[in-house]
């Protein structure tokens, strides 16, 4: 509105020094309304209208809270596009330079005569250990049938620790491989964990990836006897493994 005032005063035939004066008021008024909306700062809003921000939670060592996160996935499917044997993809847009050259960083020294016909990929679980320093890893064999007899491990508790996971991929390559973990106790989900492991092409060697560092929890409502659950599926929700087991959280190991 002052942009427009000053220039209608610009243009009428009245003295010259009148014409500048009121040209520069309102110009100054213009700068100062521009300087003002320039110095107020602009807050993102979010679908309901409240402020847009991020918080950060860390999970403490005196608490183990329990969450949603895998009933929420259960039964959410990612479309994919149509799925191709290892040979297929690796003639699919050869003659893209960038492509090829990723294709053959992925695939190594992978031998199409053996799995380049196969459609669908295979991950089998070898092991999984428990790391936590100054100790020596304890190394979980897996059943055939996912179910381990009795008492798998135990922890003590206040105590860092590590999962490490060695598995091999054979077939094809293997997209969105996760790693899922739920626990219970005395019947309550008390704790809900997911981690990406991430995508892999076949090899004769085992692969290995250890979840970051944690710490058990303490204390005489920490210690006892749980039940849990952990599952390895890629992006067709293809389930490689389920582990159903009970571990101990304990004074000492």
């Not at 003639?91 to 199409?112: A, F, H, I, N, P």
């Not at 004769?204 to 944690?214: V, W």
């Amino acid at each position: 509105m002052s942009l427009a005032v000053g220039a209608t005063s610009s243009s009428a035939t009245m003295g010259h020094e009148r014409d500048e004066k009121k040209s520069n008021e309102s110009g100054e008024k213009a700068d100062v309304g521009a300087d003002d909306r320039a110095k107020t700062p602009k807050i993102e809003e979010n679908a309901d209208g409240e402020p847009e921000g991020k918080i950060h939670r860390s999970a403490s060592e005196s608490s183990i809270c329990a969450t949603e996160d895998e009933e929420d996935d259960e039964g959410r499917k990612i479309e994919l596009g149509p799925q191709y044997t290892l040979k297929e993809q690796f003639e699919k847009d050869k003659d893209d330079e960038s492509l090829r050259r990723w294709k053959e960083q992925l695939l190594g020294s992978v031998d199409m005569n053996s799995v380049g016909e196969t459609l669908e990929p295979d991950v089998k679980i070898l092991n999984l250990a428990i790391v936590s320093p100054g100790r020596s890893d304890i190394v979980l064999s897996v059943p055939e049938n996912g179910k381990p007899k009795g008492l798998w491990f135990t922890l003590k508790e206040g105590s860092r620790y590590s999962l490490k996971f060695t598995f091999q991929v054979t077939n094809n390559i293997v997209s969105g491989l996760k790693y899922t973990n739920t626990v219970w106790k005395t019947g309550v989900r008390v704790d809900s964990t997911k981690e990406m492991l991430g995508t892999f092409s076949p090899q004769s060697e085992p692969y290995t990836h250890e979840m970051p560092e944690e710490t058990t929890p303490s204390g005489i409502f920490a210690r006892g006897s749980y039940s849990a659950r952990s599952k390895f599926v890629d992006d067709d929700n293809k389930c490689y493994l389920e582990i159903n087991y009970t571990f101990d959280i304990r004074k000492d190991w």
